[in-house]
């Protein structure tokens, strides 16, 4: 028996603990971060970051909601906020819009809870999406894109994983602190840096504490090649999803050793352990 399981991190891992001795793959929260150096092309930087952050309601594991960088934070966050302006949230079914509706009206209100409680703890709310106008939908379960600036690592809007079209800025001093901040988070899931310094995109990836790295990649879901899955609390289990650690998940494996020699060869005894010739 395998269990194969994706949700929030606490059902995920009382999902991975109660399965006991069986085969569990259990991938839980994410909280995804990118760092913005300052060497970065601010204008690609602000189109990837639109489709990352916005995309699909922002209801998806790989969705970016987290940006930290301080010397670049300024021209960002004004690039942003311009670009959010012509930014539409309607009805899936019409081409026109960017983006629907978040899936209940429950979650519309918990999306909203997190960007009030960004902001009574301090942050600033630079584009508010809280009361979108979407005609003929005024019921609808709508929450526009939001960005928010000077959030820290002690609210609660950071702690936890909003699943919403809500981008927060960070603003830390130096690429090192950004990576202490990344680290120190319980979710391990998926993280970027654009920059174009290729020492700096190494060393990030080479030392980051998360298990799917972009490099001027917002979104780094792997190719079908290798496997689905971040680390620390936002994957249970010893194998991730799809790839190579989805075909061993799913197979109980079998090694046949075999070698043919030449007939009327006869071979002596070995007291080795017997190798491949």
Known sequence: MAVSFVGSTPITEYIYKATNAKRCQALGGAKNHAIVMPDADMD???????????????????????????????????????????????????KSNDFGPVITKAHQQKVVGYINSAEEQGATIVVD????????????????????DNVNAEMLSYKEE???????????????????????????????????????ARYFSDNIKVGMVGINVPLPVPVAYHSFGGWKRSLFGDLHAYGP?????????????QRWPSAGVREGAEFSMPTMK
């Open 44 to 94: 690609n930087v602000v189109n990837q970051l639109l489709g990352a952050a916005f995309g699909s309601s922002g209801e998806r594991c790989m969705a970016l909601s987290v940006v930290v960088g301080d010397a670049a934070a300024d021209a960002l966050v004004e690039k942003m906020q311009k670009a959010m302006q012509s930014m539409k949230v309607g009805a899936f079914s019409e």
């Open 129 to 148: 999406g809280r009361h979108p106008k979407v005609a003929g939908y005024e019921n609808g379960f709508f929450v526009g894109g939001t960005l928010i």
């Open 162 to 200: 909003i699943f919403g079209p809500v981008l927060q800025v960070v603003r830390v001093n130096s690429m090192q602190e950004a990576m202490d901040l990344i680290d120190a988070h319980e979710y391990g899931n998926g993280t970027c840096i654009f920059t174009r310094d290729g020492e700096a």
């Open 245 to 257: 650690d989805g075909v061993r998940f799913y197979t109980k494996r079998k090694t046949v050793t």
